[in-house]
């Protein structure tokens, strides 16, 4: 049986993830504490798979996950796919609140994940303008720590999944800010998958520009663009070598197994830039992640 690891605990998007894109076949998903540790558990072998959250519409990449990505070298990425975040406020029911506002008119503190704050201001502007909140790791154990409370003035922000599992309630569905509210996820490991039902590839890339060449950055651009391939990101991160030193983090739209994607990269090789390849995979619609 494979064992996907996933960052926990029990309820997270990140589980509810997992589970859809791994929907066949048997597999056991393994919550930890610390995206670091997803990553460990994959490198040593504890777990055959890791599911990373890389991106999302409304807050952009996942910086920390990108690194991570970047510092463990033996883990490629496998594969790709994105799944909407749905966001609830979840906590207790006052006794005497049948439904609306009412439900969540006693709520002082909110405990959960920053980036699922960030997903919610304008519905926690209007509604819950004076709560105060409180960042853990993850929505889960946001809701975890809510349900261990005992309080119906702590609430917090997470998926249906977990109001099921730490026995809360539903405050308020849907309280993301856009509609368009999607994460996008990668899943790393020394394998393969054995999915074989997508026919769009992605290759994701890092280049290091040498130091003393001017127009470095326009010239590997431009290695891309004459022979018309896409890049659908390019981002710059730090080295953490020294001050002012970057790498390029790039997305490009196509395989390796193709003719002028190898040429590109010897070209930007060629000018001295430093080239890394950090995974060519199949990337699966929403619709066909479970297949």
Known sequence: MKRIAFLGPEGTVSQESARYFFAEGPYEFVPYALMSDVFAATADGTVDYGVVPIEN???GSVKHHIDLL??????????????PSIQ????????AAASG?????????????????????????????NAEFE????????????????????????TRMSAE????????????????N???????????????????????????????????????LSAFAWRRINLSKIESRPTKKKLGSYYFYMDIEMSLDTVLLPAALQEIEAIGCQVRTLGSYP???YHSAGC
Not at 70 to 82: A, C, N, Y
Not at 103 to 128: M, P, Y
Not at 165 to 171: A, K, N, P, S
């Open 283 to 285: 990337i699966f619609a």
């Open 182 to 220: 999607y994460t996008r996820f990668i899943v790393v490991g020394k394998d393969r998958l054995a999915k074989h039902c997508s026919d769009q590839q992605k290759t994701t890339i890092l280049v290091t520009l040498p130091e003393d060449y001017p127009g470095a950055l326009h010239q590997v």
């Open 135 to 158: 960042y853990v790791s993850s929505t889960a154990e946001g809701v975890r720590m809510a349900m261990e409370s005992g309080d119906e003035t702590v609430a917090a922000i997470g």
């Open 57 to 59: 519409t409304i807050e």
């Open 88 to 95: 609830n406020l979840i906590g207790r029911k006052p006794a």
């Open 101 to 129: 506002e009412a439900q969540f008119a006693s709520v002082r503190r909110i405990v959960s994940k920053d980036v699922a704050v960030a997903q919610c201001q304008e519905f926690l502007r209007s509604k819950l303008p």
């Open 70 to 83: 970047v510092e463990e070298e033996t883990l490629p990425i496998q594969g790709e796919w994105v799944y």
């Open 165 to 180: 599992l730490y026995g809360l309630d539903l405050l308020a569905e849907n309280i993301t800010d856009h509609d368009n």
